[in-house]
């Protein structure tokens, strides 16, 4: 679709969902990774969008397909912000839900025209909101 507001029905859009387990081994190998305190108790909070990215039900793929998009089409990562209303718990398996909260439109000088997708991934355990995890990817539109 090339027109501005071509997807605008996806604002809204939940996704499937799913639940994620925070593996003790994983966060060790997290902060080991990013130069932090391995045997911290609390997680590090990059494991927010790990955990939201891989309970949230779709693949990459499925994901790209609802903006007309692939990987070759060369998706970049855009924003991200991720806000924890309680501390992670390794050990716990969240429940993990989300949605797509915004499409833009943008052209730029040198990039080309592009649409940028907002997307927010919620952590819930017992009941108990976590964390949130804004995202935005980018997508180019060579062809509009």
């Given at each position: 679709m090339s027109e501005p507001d071509g997807y605008a029905d996806r604002v809204g859009r939940e996704f499937p969902g799913g639940e994620y387990t925070l593996a003790p081994w994983r966060a060790w190998l997290t902060a080991d990774a990013l130069l932090d305190d391995p045997y911290d108790e609390v997680p590090h909070p990059v494991l927010a969008w790990m955990a939201?990215?891989?309970?949230w039900g779709l693949t990459w793929d499925e994901?790209?397909?609802?903006?007309?998009?692939?990987?070759?089409?060369?998706p970049m990562f855009g924003e991200h912000r991720t806000t924890l209303y309680?501390?992670?718990?390794?050990?716990?398996?969240?429940?993990?839900?989300?949605?797509?909260?915004?499409?833009e439109r943008k052209v730029g000088r040198k990039a080309g025209t592009m649409d940028i997708v907002g997307y927010e991934l919620d952590l819930h355990l017992a009941g108990d909101h976590v964390a949130r995890c804004f995202n935005s990817i980018i997508f180019p539109r060579r062809s509009a």
């Amino acid at each position: 679709m090339s027109e501005p507001d071509g997807y605008a029905d996806r604002v809204g859009r939940e996704f499937p969902g799913g639940e994620y387990t925070l593996a003790p081994w994983r966060a060790w190998l997290t902060a080991d990774a990013l130069l932090d305190d391995p045997y911290d108790e609390v997680p590090h909070p990059v494991l927010a969008w790990m955990a939201g990215v891989s309970g949230w039900g779709l693949t990459w793929d499925e994901f790209f397909a609802w903006f007309d998009a692939t990987a070759d089409d060369g998706p970049m990562f855009g924003e991200h912000r991720t806000t924890l209303y309680r501390p992670l718990r390794m050990g716990a398996t969240y429940r993990v839900s989300g949605r797509v909260v915004s499409v833009e439109r943008k052209v730029g000088r040198k990039a080309g025209t592009m649409d940028i997708v907002g997307y927010e991934l919620d952590l819930h355990l017992a009941g108990d909101h976590v964390a949130r995890c804004f995202n935005s990817i980018i997508f180019p539109r060579r062809s509009a």
